[in-house]
């Protein structure tokens, strides 16, 4: 049984190929999960920082000045050296 050339390199490219396609069809996939997962991540660290600027503007506003409040101490006198 004699092969000729282009029959063997027939069987070749198609062995070439059974192997190439499902590997890259197999990385392809898994890439764009990854993408889909990074997306996803994006959108609930997204989320989280709406919900803590909303959580920073309840917060009310601070005392004009803090000395009124404290008897003329700054609190810096309570700092050590």
Request: charged content about 25%; proline content about 5%; aromatic content about 2%.
């Amino acid at each position: 049984m004699d092969m000729s050339w282009q029959t063997a390199l027939a069987l070749t490219c198609a062995a070439v190929l059974a192997a190439a396609v499902p590997g890259t069809l197999g990385y392809t996939t898994a890439r764009l999960e990854k993408a889909d997962s990074q997306h996803a991540e994006v959108l609930r660290l997204r989320a989280e920082i709406r919900s803590a600027e909303r959580t920073v503007r309840q917060v009310p506003a601070p005392c004009v000045d803090g000395r009124a409040r404290n008897e003329g101490r700054t609190g810096a006198e309570e700092l050590p050296g």
